[in-house]
C-alpha cells in the first residue's frame, strides 16, 4: 500500500493566519508523510517559492503550484520540509492548519 497524497489528507480553506492555508481533512499522526511539494524549478524567489538545500548547501528554488503551496507562517509548527517531503511534527487534529517555519528571517514572528 502507498503512502497517501496530500489531497487525501490535507485542503486548502480561509486561513485566521493569512488569506488561505492548508487544513487537515483527517486526523495526521506524528511523523506522518503528508505530501511533496510541487511545481516548476525557479532561481528567482516569489510568494510560494520554497527553497530547498541539498547536501552541498546549494538552494534550488521549487515555485509551488500544489496544495501545499498555501501553509502559512508559524513559530511554533507543526510541520516540517524534509527536502520537498512534509512531514507531521506531532500528531495533528482534523480541522488543524499546518503551518511551518519558514526559516530565519522569520524568527520571532507568531
Do not use: C, K
Request: proline fraction near 7%; charged fraction near 20%; avoid cysteine.
Amino acid at each position: 500500500m502507498s503512502d497517501p497524497g496530500p489531497d487525501e489528507l490535507v485542503a486548502q480553506a480561509e486561513s485566521d493566519i493569512h488569506g488561505v492555508g492548508v487544513f487537515a481533512i483527517t486526523p495526521i499522526a506524528e511523523g506522518a508523510f503528508i505530501g511533496n511539494y510541487t511545481g516548476l524549478p525557479t532561481a528567482v524567489d516569489g510568494t510560494y517559492v520554497l527553497w530547498i538545500e541539498d547536501d552541498d548547501g546549494n538552494f534550488a528554488g521549487v515555485d509551488g503550484d500544489g496544495v501545499l503551496a498555501r501553509l502559512n507562517h508559524s513559530s511554533s509548527p507543526n510541520v516540517e520540509f524534509d527536502g520537498p517531503a512534509l512531514f507531521a511534527l506531532r500528531p495533528i487534529e482534523e480541522g488543524e492548519e499546518l503551518v511551518f517555519h519558514y526559516g530565519d528571517e522569520w524568527e520571532g514572528v507568531p
